[in-house]
T-cell receptor, first 114, second 115 residues
Framework: AQSVTQLGSHVSVSEGALVLLRCNYS??????LFWYVQYPNQGLQLLLK??????LVKGINGFEAEFKKSETSFHLTKPSAHMSDAAEYFC????????????FGTGTKLQVIP | DTGVSQDPRHKITKRGQNVTFRCDPI?????LYWYRQTLGQGPEFLTY????????KSRLLSDRFSAERPKGSFSTLEIQRTEQGDSAMYLC?????????????FGPGTRLTVT
């Protein structure tokens, strides 16, 4: 079975500061990993994904994440927070293959302080 | 490509009533997923269609829930005899079979409130 743990349900950063959102996963097979962002009363938007290959993946809006197999982690970072980054972020895992059942973490709400 | 659409966006109903939600996936996507998201939680998988075939259902999908995708295009999710615990955001997603099949595109969701 696959699972995701997001450390910290709420994270606050100052505008311009580093954003670090933590995610650890569990999977019985090589995982596919995702970060999604959700703005209030909206659906989820894919920020970035890791499937195979390069372990440092870049996504939209300046976000990136690094797959570390030894640590079973997939932390999301952004060098400089912007006010528009305030949203809820979900880490997710799937076990690949033709059918993609995705398991989501409980989410981290990011607050950006001006 | 107009994205995944869901209708209605909001639904308020009284306990015991039936409700039906609709999802229109991206036109060339043959895979469709339903998720439920409660406050403070991530989306939880409910069911999955490939074309018109419903291939998996979560144990979260009780007998009061039924989903269909009659012609492999749009899908409906019906909840019978709603309970207050059904209050949640219901999200639909779609993906294609080949290429980036792991990438699911989400609709805006239908927020259900059961009073």
């Amino acid at each position: 079975a696959q699972s995701v743990t997001q450390l910290g349900s709420h994270v606050s950063v100052s505008e311009g500061a580093l954003v670090l959102l933590r995610c650890n996963y569990s999977s019985s097979v090589p995982p596919y990993l995702f970060w999604y962002v959700q703005y209030p009363n909206q659906g989820l938007q894919l920020l970035l994904k890791y499937t195979t290959g390069a372990t440092l993946v870049k996504g939209i809006n300046g976000f990136e994440a690094e797959f570390k197999k030894s640590e079973t982690s997939f932390h999301l970072t952004k060098p400089s927070a912007h006010m528009s980054d305030a949203a809820e972020y979900f880490c997710a895992v799937s076990e690949g293959g033709g059918y993609q059942k995705v398991t989501f973490g409980t989410g981290t709400k990011l607050q950006v302080i001006p | 490509d107009t994205g995944v659409s869901q209708d209605p966006r909001h639904k308020i109903t009284k306990r015991g009533q039936n409700v039906t939600f609709r999802c229109d996936p991206i036109s060339e996507h043959n895979r469709l997923y339903w998720y439920r998201q409660t406050l403070g939680q991530g989306p939880e998988f409910l069911t999955y269609f490939q074309n018109e075939a419903q291939l998996e259902k979560s144990r979260l999908l009780s007998d009061r829930f039924s989903a269909e995708r009659p012609k492999g295009s749009f899908s409906t999710l019906e909840i019978q005899r709603t309970e207050q615990g059904d209050s949640a955001m219901y999200l639909c997603a779609s993906s294609s079979a080949g290429g980036n099949s792991y990438e699911q595109y989400f609709g805006p969701g239908t927020r259900l409130t059961v009073t």
